[in-house]
């Protein structure tokens, strides 16, 4: 989604016209974080960030405290922050007896956090704000962990992209809802209200969410769901007609009539072939097709040509990372060298 891809499309798209821009899905739905709206929350989580952030001696009194080491921040780790939100609700009731009990670890951090617990209005707030973004935010740290993947997403990005769609349309906020009820103390109207009050805080994200997959990106969202015709295992439920594979239009390089009635021709063959196969992950798909690229060649290469799509940009910035260890030190180096030395790079990182 970056101005300078889109330029770059651009001006590809004059030699290429049948290219397909994919956003990075990934990256969008980290961003659904940023259009939360806390009132509390934001302070609490810039001043706990610093705390840890500023001071190893807190990192190692916190897990001292409680057993477990404080989640790391990063700004390019994504949802790292819904992470450690995640931890400082598992653990609340021993955020108070930290910082009141260790005066010495970075004063003015320390004295920001307790103003806001000791004023009973931002503590409720506070309670009440980090269980909504608890309650919302796994479905969407999910979704952009798996999306951010290495492998071949293709066959199942869209049923990811729906399942996150399926929760928020639910709406099921377990966390908030006993927050609310415990502060409330059985009353319902107090707790309805509060439970609304929290939801509110976390709906622009949510709208955000749905605007950029149901509008923006429709077309390429509807592109992602054609892709499902291409898994052996959701064919078996799909049970595709014909016209079923004019969604393959969607890809502009399959958008062609004989593409499309080759694909038809093949169907029966390509439906007799799935029918009762079992495969536990995405490569043994990818397998399954390379067993069948004889028996169903128009399928087979258009797998081929739909495993290139990625919905995430991450595992080509990752390659990037990789590029950018090397410096002016190296600018003669030959080119064999250079790539076999990103070649091992990678994979010693896949390895960890």
């Not at 974080?33 to 810039?46: A, P």
């Not at 910082?99 to 951090?109: D, F, G, Q, T, Y």
């Not at 072939?273 to 399928?299: C, F, I, Q, Y």
Request: aromatic share 12%.
């Amino acid at each position: 989604g970056a101005s300078v891809n889109g330029a770059a499309l651009r001006q590809l798209k004059f030699f290429y016209p049948n290219m397909i821009d994919i956003v990075c899905f990934s990256h969008t739905i980290d961003n659904v974080g940023d259009h939360f709206q806390f009132r509390v929350l934001d302070s609490f989580t810039r001043y706990w960030v610093s705390l840890f952030s500023r001071s190893h001696s807190a990192r190692l009194l916190w897990k001292e405290k409680t057993g477990v080491s404080m989640k790391s921040h990063s700004e390019t780790r994504w949802w790292s922050k819904w992470e450690i939100l995640k931890q400082v609700a598992d653990f609340f009731g021993d955020v108070e007896p930290f910082l009141r009990e260790n005066e010495n670890i970075c004063p003015a951090n320390r004295q920001h956090l307790l103003d806001l617990i000791d004023n009973p209005q931002d503590l409720q707030d506070l309670r009440l704000e980090l269980a909504a973004i608890v309650d919302a935010g796994v479905y969407f740290v999910k979704a952009t962990y798996y999306l951010e993947g290495d492998g071949p997403l293709i066959f199942s990005c869209y049923e990811k992209l729906s399942a996150v769609s399926q929760a928020v349309a639910v709406g099921h906020y377990p966390n908030t809802t006993a927050v609310a009820q415990e502060i409330a103390s059985g009353n319902a109207a107090l707790q309805n209200q509060l439970v609304a009050q929290a939801k509110a805080c976390i709906q622009p994200g949510l709208n955000f969410f749905q605007q950029k997959f149901s509008v923006q990106f429709h077309t390429v969202v509807r592109a992602f769901k054609a892709a499902r015709l291409c898994c052996p295992i959701q064919v078996q439920v799909l049970k595709p007609t014909a016209d079923s594979l004019e969604e393959f239009r969607n890809y502009p390089f399959l958008n062609d009539d004989n593409c499309i009635a080759s694909l038809a021709q093949e169907l029966p063959a390509y439906l007799a072939a799935a029918d009762g196969v079992t495969v536990s992950n995405e490569d043994e798909k990818v397998d399954w097709w390379a067993a069948h690229r004889e028996t169903l060649p128009n399928w087979a290469a258009v797998v081929k040509k739909l495993l290139l799509i990625q919905p995430s940009s991450a595992s080509a910035e990752r390659v990037f990372s990789l590029l950018n260890t090397f410096s002016s030190q190296q600018e003669h180096t030959l080119e064999d060298y250079l790539e076999s030395s990103v070649m091992l790079r990678y994979n010693n990182s896949q390895r960890k």
